[in-house]
């Protein structure tokens, strides 16, 4: 290769936040913010008011996988825990279709 030139045959880190915003909607999926079992009546409120420090929250909706595996993540701890989040299809959130695996 000559200086400045790009070996087309290595891929390119691609940033996980550019992956991310690729699709932005306005539903946000927040994963790993309590254990298996550790739902309580309090999360929601928790939640939402720590959302809210974010911007407008017009709902939100807490809703337990059963066997969903505890996420290692980045950036945002609640409870001690690292937070994964994403964007989530909208259709899907009006119609409370929240399995599916991100």
Do not use: H, W
């Not at 400045?4 to 045959?9: L, P, V």
């Not at 991310?20 to 927040?30: A, D, N």
């Not at 790993?32 to 407008?56: F, I, P, R």
């Amino acid at each position: 290769l000559k200086r400045g030139e790009k070996d087309a045959s290595k891929k390119s880190d691609s940033n996980p936040l550019t992956e991310i915003l690729k699709c932005p909607t306005k539903v946000v999926l927040l994963r790993n913010m309590v254990g298996a079992g550790e739902v309580d009546e309090d999360l929601e409120v928790e939640t939402k008011e720590e959302c809210e420090k974010y911007g407008k929250v017009g709902k939100c909706v807490i809703f337990e996988i059963p066997g969903a595996p505890d996420d290692g993540a980045v950036r945002m701890y609640f409870g001690g825990r690292v937070v994964k989040a994403c964007f989530y299809n909208l259709d899907k959130f009006r119609v409370l279709d929240l399995a599916e695996q991100v």
